[in-house]
């Protein structure tokens, strides 16, 4: 039987409670975010890019896009490689 979650949390964004192991949780700027859905912590984000410096958005921007680039590049090769040696 399973331990009952003791703490709770409180999502940031919408106020929801919900307990510790739930909800996403990630450090920025040195503080503890929690959010009780994916779908807050997007809110969050979308608002927190509204505050960025245009300049530095526009560099994180290019290398977030080159860095999936990359591996969308590497997925396809990889896939390429399984289909040849299955031939």
């Known amino acids: 039987m399973r331990a009952l979650p003791t703490k ?3 999502c940031i964004v919408c106020n929801r409670i ?3 192991g739930q909800g996403i949780k990630l450090v920025l700027g040195g503080r503890e975010l929690h959010f009780h859905s994916k779908s807050c912590a ?3 984000f979308k608002n927190m890019v509204l505050y960025l410096d245009q300049k530095d958005l526009e560099k994180a921007v290019a290398s977030t896009v080159k ?3 990359q591996r ?3 997925l396809e090769e ?3 490689k399984n289909i040849e040696s299955i031939r």
């Open 42 to 44: 997007l809110k969050f």
């Open 18 to 20: 919900f307990f510790e």
């Open 78 to 80: 990889k896939s390429k």
């Open 72 to 74: 969308i590049k590497e």
């Open 67 to 69: 860095e999936f680039e």
């Open 8 to 10: 709770s949390i409180r």
